[in-house]
């Protein structure tokens, strides 16, 4: 089954310190693309990072970094130096090309995140 | 940087009205689709377009209509309402169709169908 499991439904960093959001993924396609994107209290969604299948080198942009590890089929995001803006809701989601003939995009359940001071 | 850009933000419809939810990209994007969100279930693709003049039907396409004649606006159609389309709906685009292509979302339109 095509899925995304997102196993912490809440997290909680102090300011300044990193944190990792896990994600583990299931699916049999050898080609997808792994994204995580932020959802803020205010509710859009503000995509921050990509993986494709076939990149050998862990995705990083800015503060956030993606932990590619492709056996074990997981996906954490790592977020350096935590800031109080980095509060919302984060959401793992896989991209697969579906039968039906369009990109299929699977979100996983989502996991807030709360920076304390 | 406007991006993805769709309105309204909010929405009450009663039964069995019509409206058009309005989604506009200026990032020269060939893939949009619509999405819903709704609590427990994810986001479920409605309808896609992989270019001006072509659309086709997602997951849930069933009460909506879309169509797509420039490259920029995709508008998504909401029929006759009933109170199961109450949802919050995403519009994306993505610089084309494909699983390494990141999806780029709207802030959302938060429909009450009463």
């Known amino acids: 089954a095509q899925k995304i499991t997102q196993t912490q439904p809440g997290m909680f960093v102090q300011e300044k310190e990193a944190v990792t959001l896990d994600c583990t993924y299931d699916?049999?396609?050898?080609?997808?693309?792994l994204f995580w994107y932020k959802q803020p209290s205010s509710g859009e969604m503000i995509f921050l990072i990509y993986?494709?299948?076939?990149?050998?080198q862990n995705a990083t942009e800015g503060r956030y970094s993606l932990n590619f590890q492709k056996a074990r089929k997981s996906a954490n995001l790592v977020i350096s130096a935590s800031q109080l803006g980095d509060s919302a809701m984060y959401f793992c989601a896989m991209i697969l090309q579906w039968s039906g003939g369009y990109n299929k995009l699977i979100f996983g359940a989502g996991t807030r995140l709360a920076v304390h001071p | 940087n406007a991006g993805v850009t769709q309105t309204p933000k909010f929405q009450v419809l009663k039964t069995g009205q019509s409206m058009t939810l309005q989604c506009a990209q200026d990032?020269?994007?060939?893939?949009m689709s619509w999405y819903r969100q709704d609590p427990g279930m994810g986001l479920r693709l409605i309808h896609y377009s992989v270019g001006a003049g072509i659309t086709d039907q997602g997951e849930v396409p069933n009460g909506y209509n879309v169509s797509r004649s420039t490259t920029e606006d995709f508008p998504l159609r909401l029929l006759s309402a009933a109170p199961s389309q109450t949802s919050v709906y995403f519009c994306a685009s993505s610089y084309r169709q494909g699983v390494n292509q990141p999806q780029h979302f709207g802030d959302g339109t938060r429909l009450s169908i009463l």
């Open positions: 699916t049999s396609d050898q080609s997808y693309g």
């Open positions: 990032m020269n994007h060939e893939y």
């Open positions: 993986q494709g299948s076939y990149d050998e």
